[in-house]
């Protein structure tokens, strides 16, 4: 038997890497290593779902001042201080991934801050010139947000750079239309910041239910964002005068600057990164202080050897695994978003989980990637399970119980804002195959709803609960008649 240094080498401090090798090791008495070459706690602790929904709080606050009038209260508009925010943000961030390296350190896992690559099926490489071995190696890099193949898309952020911003815009353009892009337009619209988004499809939200998606679009637009369907960029270049001319339209050679040249003249100079000339499919060209890319996310698996070692490699990069996460090497594995399944962190750590009951306890365990709840914080927000009406009557006749109403708090303050609670339920079984809300804490409120639609809870099921009053989501249980058979 092979004399390796660990019985685990895991490459990636993310959210999933982090739960697979401090188990293995306090569970099972492992040796356990792992290797970080960023910061440890990953996309969702470092730049993705924690500061994220952060920003989401700070920006709800803006609403009060309003809300609390409609309700008597003599109250003025207050003022938003970045600076002041950012730097309690820093402080959690460093909070949280001191937690993240004490859990690793009391687990008894030797941690390398050092980017790792595999040289072979059994010894992994690293930045700092080490190398060793391990009889499994397990991958968890993630993934990373992407620019479009343009030239000067340098000249944009991606949603990794928010958080570095020294200062808010006044506006800003976001391009694209999934939830990263519609979660960062309401977000910059709460703090006070003008917001244009552009999407080059007929509706934001792809993939989601049609009738939740419609809302929160009418909701974004109500709400002052400039949401333009139907549009892309056609050309960006930077619009200071020293790079558009006399004319006060992009040169040639801003225009024919490469995406890779751009980032070098971003990364020279960050105030090139604002202003930017944009002209868009439609409408006039026009100016804004910053570009906001949320056009995707790409796996992280370039240059980690896997290529030489006959792990395959999909089209976007992910790594392919079996539905153990086992890739074609048999000592190498991969969870989370560098496998392009469900990219979201409580799956990565399912995934995490559930290769060490196959890898270090004989336990072959798969996870289960259907029906996941799961929410988009939007403002609203939209919380969602299961099928949506388009997708599920694809496969079989459905029965649609929706509802659309002004919720108590809102309507009592004057306001119009609305929200949407929806069951897609099997005409054949009565089975609840999706539901989808979209309400303010719609997030917390399908958590509880995922739970019952998970174990294969019917419509009568939901009837025979008894309804909270008053609240929004007793209109979950109290809708006895479809609106439609589709």
């Known amino acids: 038997m092979a004399d390796y240094d660990y019985d685990l080498f895991v490459i990636g401090g993310g959210s999933g ?64 201080d970045w600076p002041t925010f950012r730097g309690h943000l820093n402080t959690e961030l460093d909070r949280l991934e001191g937690i993240y390296r004490s859990l690793l350190k009391n687990s008894g896992v030797d941690t390398f801050d050092a980017r790792a690559r595999l040289r072979d099926a059994h ?153 930017v000339w944009v002209k868009p499919t439609s409408g006039e060209p026009r100016e804004f202080d910053l570009v906001l890319f949320a056009t995707g996310r790409d796996p992280n698996s370039r240059d980690l050897g896997l290529e030489d070692l006959g792990i395959e490699i999909g089209r976007r990069g992910e790594i392919v695994v079996d539905e153990y996460s086992k890739t074609a090497l048999d000592s190498v594995y991969a969870i989370g978003d560098v496998t392009n399944r469900v990219n979201l962190t409580p799956v990565a750590i399912r995934e995490g989980m559930a290769f060490v009951e196959t890898a270090f306890k004989d336990n072959p365990t798969a996870v289960d990637h259907e029906l996941i709840p799961s929410a988009i914080f939007t403002q609203p927000e939209m919380g969602t399970i299961g099928l949506s009406e388009e997708a599920a009557r694809e496969k079989e006749e459905v029965e649609i119980y929706c509802t659309s109403f002004r919720p108590m708090k809102s309507a009592f303050a004057g306001q119009s804002s609305r929200v949407l609670m929806k069951l897609v339920v099997s005409k054949a079984t009565r089975v609840v195959l999706g539901c989808h809300i979209v309400a303010p804490d719609a997030g917390e409120m399908i958590q509880l709803a995922g739970i019952a639609i998970k174990m294969g809870a019917t419509k009568e099921d939901f009837d025979r609960t008894v309804a909270v009053h008053p609240t929004m989501s007793e209109e979950i249980v109290t809708m006895k008649t479809p609106m439609r058979t589709a």
Not at 22 to 40: F, I, K, M, N, Q
Not at 228 to 233: H, Y
């Open 123 to 275: 010894t992994v490489e690293m930045s700092n010139g080490e190398t060793r071995t391990a009889k499994t190696i397990l991958i968890a890099t993630g993934g990373h947000p992407v620019r479009p193949d343009m030239p000067n898309a340098g000249l944009g952020i991606v949603s990794d750079d928010i958080f570095h911003l020294q200062t808010l815009p006044k506006s800003i353009l976001i391009v694209g239309g999934g939830y990263i892009a519609c979660e960062f337009a309401c977000i910059f619209n709460g703090l006070g910041v003008e917001v244009t988004q552009y999407y080059r499809g007929a509706q934001i939200l792809r993939g989601f239910d049609d009738e939740a998606r419609g809302l929160i679009a009418e909701s974004m637009r109500e709400q002052g964002i400039d949401l333009k369907t139907g549009t892309n960029i056609v050309e960006m270049a930077p619009a200071s005068a020293e790079r558009l001319g006399a004319t006060g339209t992009a040169s040639d050679a801003a225009m024919g600057a490469t995406a890779e040249q751009s980032a070098a003249l971003v990364q020279e100079d960050e105030d090139a990164k604002g202003p």
């Open 17 to 80: 890497g982090v739960r697979a090798a401090r188990v293995a090791a306090s569970d099972t008495g492992a040796r356990v290593a792992l290797a970080e070459e960023d910061r440890y706690g990953g996309t969702c602790v470092i730049r993705g779902c924690v500061p994220k929904k952060l920003m989401v709080f700070a920006s709800e606050f803006s609403h009060m001042p309003e809300m609390a009038r409609g309700y008597g209260w003599q109250i003025n508009d207050g003022t938003f």
